[in-house]
């Protein structure tokens, strides 16, 4: 069984990426898609309290099972569309060791600051300054197959412009490029 491509959507929260993903579940017509969002994950927690320490490390648990989540379904030949906040070095790393770099099509979503904060504001459910917060962090790694700038273009427009490119991949994939320049083995444990 062939592997699933992963169309991989990485930008701060509010940028659009849901958006985005929701628009290419109902264009992409050459295979079945899945939508796996971070906050999707996030949301099948418990709602008890926890402390600082103890939130981040199930945070951190939550994203690195999120990742392998997304490998273990493309693994089976699903195709998947990934909506996600890189928004610390260590979890780039983690999808570059667990994700078939051949099978990734990494797409960053853009915005610009303003739009971000004008967003965050109307949706409500964001602490405000989150997006401005990831805003550096989120494309530090300044390497991507596709860019899409959700401050220009619909997400109608940006999910249509990626189906478009999807068949015109490149080779090296970013996350191939990414993984060489990253990662000394493909077996790395991180612990960044």
């Not at 959700?150 to 109608?156: I, K, N, V």
């Amino acid at each position: 069984m062939a592997p699933g491509r992963i169309i991989f959507l990485n930008g701060t929260s509010s940028s659009g990426k849901s958006s985005i993903a929701r628009e290419l579940l109902d264009i992409l017509d050459d295979g079945v898609f899945f939508h796996m969002a971070v906050d999707g994950f996030n949301a099948m927690r418990s709602k008890r309290e926890l402390e600082a320490e103890e939130l981040e490390a199930a945070l951190r648990r939550t994203r690195m099972g999120f990742h392998r989540s997304i490998a273990a379904m493309a693994a089976a030949g699903n195709d998947i569309v990934v909506d996600h906040v890189l928004s610390e070095p260590w979890r780039l790393l983690d999808c570059l060791t667990v994700l078939r770099p051949e099978d990734v099509l990494f797409v960053g979503v853009h915005c610009p600051l303003d739009e971000l904060v004008r967003r965050e504001l109307a949706r409500g459910d964001r602490p405000p300054g989150l997006a401005a917060h990831q805003y550096d962090r989120v494309h530090a790694h300044d390497d991507y197959d596709l860019e899409c700038d959700t401050g220009a273009a619909d997400p109608r427009e940006c999910a249509q412009h990626i189906k478009d490119f999807l068949p015109r991949r490149p080779s090296p994939t970013a996350f191939t490029r990414l993984r060489r320049r990253h990662l000394t083995g493909s077996q790395e444990v991180l612990t960044a």
